[in-house]
C-alpha cells in the first residue's frame, strides 16, 4: 500500500463509498480539520467521525472519481455523484494521514436531490 496523497486520497474514497465512518475516521491525524466550505470547519479525528456516522445516515451519498491530481504533499480530487451533482476536495497529507481537507459542493442542491430539509432564514 503506497501513502502518496493520491494513493491515500484512491483509499479514502473506497471506505467513503462503503460510508464506514469509523473506517474513514482512520484516515486522518488525530488534530485534523475537515472543512467542507459549505458547513463550519470539524477539528479533530473524534469530531471527524462523529460528522461521517451523521452524513452516512442522513444520505446515501457514492462518490466517482474524475481526477486525482498530486502536488507534493496535496491530492486534488474531483468527483461526481450519481444523481449528477459535482465537486472538488483537497487533502493535505502528512505522513500518510489527511491533515486537512475542503471541499467545494453545492450543499443546496444536495439538500435538495437527497429530498431533505432545506434550511430555512
Known amino acids: 500500500m503506497n501513502n502518496s496523497p493520491k494513493d491515500i486520497v484512491a483509499q479514502w474514497v473506497e471506505v467513503f463509498n462503503q460510508g464506514d465512518a469509523l ?6 491525524h488525530n488534530d485534523a480539520v475537515n472543512h ?4 463550519e470547519p ?7 467521525y462523529q460528522m461521517f456516522l451523521n452524513e ?5 451519498m457514492v462518490c466517482i472519481v474524475e481526477h486525482i491530481f498530486e502536488d507534493g504533499e496535496w491530492a486534488i480530487l474531483e468527483w461526481k455523484d450519481p444523481l449528477g451533482l459535482r465537486g472538488c476536495g483537497f487533502f493535505h497529507v502528512v ?3 489527511i491533515k486537512f481537507q475542503r471541499g467545494y459542493w453545492d450543499k443546496l442542491s444536495f439538500l ?10
Open 56 to 60: 452516512f445516515k442522513m444520505a446515501e
Open 23 to 28: 473506517k474513514i475516521s482512520e484516515f486522518y
Open 42 to 48: 470539524i477539528k479533530g479525528k473524534e469530531n471527524i
Open 95 to 97: 505522513n500518510g494521514k
Open 36 to 39: 467542507q466550505v459549505a458547513n
Open 112 to 121: 435538495r436531490m437527497h429530498n431533505l430539509p432545506l434550511p430555512t432564514e
